[in-house]
């Protein structure tokens, strides 16, 4: 049962670790039974299914876009989401600015960090995390929260250990810089397999799908 498993979850997570359910592919009713068993974000990867699901489900959750947002998507995300994870260019944090601006509304955003390094993949490559969030930081209709890594393994959770040490590093990093407008506050990292060592490695939101609402068909 979905709610079994979300109220066991979350009594083992410490303290100050935030779960975001990650819903891709599961019908509202699946996310209705998470939330009533005491789930309080959920994480969405394409902003058409999250638009649905919010239309059914509204405020009572907040809403995480964890997917790679297109920028002509910005303007519905920022209708439905209350944070977006996935921030890895200027170019999108400008047009999130933008859209968010003429709403008269403010979004938290984390940087994805390509702690991979592969070429293929989104989000910003570690050497260049500081600069992009030094670019976008004046920014006055995005707010920059934190980070956000997925990685690149889906095996041996060890395999993981290394990317979330790397962008734990980075995150230090930046916090002790102490940037004007820019707070360190989210680390998000760690799928059903590895979150327990994304734990280890110090992150405080963790992105749960499969373990929470079973395998994905
Ligand atoms: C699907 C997904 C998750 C959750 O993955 P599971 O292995 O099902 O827990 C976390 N983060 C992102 C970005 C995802 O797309």
């Not at 405020?59 to 998507?73: A, D, E, F, P, Y």
């Not at 709403?103 to 390094?117: A, D, F, Q, R, V």
Request: net charge neutral.
């Amino acid at each position: 049962m979905i709610r079994d498993r979300v109220r066991e979850l979350l009594s083992e997570l410490p303290p100050g670790v935030t779960l975001v359910g990650a819903a891709k592919t599961r019908t509202p009713e699946e996310i209705f039974e998470a939330i009533d068993a005491g789930l309080e974000i959920v994480g969405e990867n394409y902003v058409q299914e999250a638009e649905r699901a919010y239309h059914l489900i509204g405020n009572r959750v907040r809403w995480h876009m964890i997917g790679h947002l297109q920028t002509n998507k910005t303007k519905k995300a920022a209708m439905v989401f209350d944070m977006v994870e996935t921030v890895g260019s200027v170019k999108l944090a400008l047009e999130l600015d933008k859209v968010c601006g003429n709403m008269k509304k403010i979004m938290p955003i984390l940087i994805e960090i390509n702690s991979g390094e592969e070429e293929q993949k989104s989000g910003v490559m570690p050497e260049n995390a500081t600069f992009l969030i030094d670019q976008i930081r004046h920014l006055r209709h995005i707010r920059v929260m934190g980070l956000m890594t997925m990685g690149p393994f889906e095996g041996n959770p060890e395999d993981s250990r290394r990317y979330f040490k790397k962008t734990r590093e980075i995150f230090d990093g930046i916090k002790a810089m102490d940037l004007p407008d820019v707070e360190m506050r989210y680390l998000s990292m760690g799928m059903s397999n590895s979150y327990k060592v994304a734990l280890e490695e110090g992150a405080n939101l963790i992105r749960i799908g499969t373990k929470l609402f079973g395998e994905r068909t």
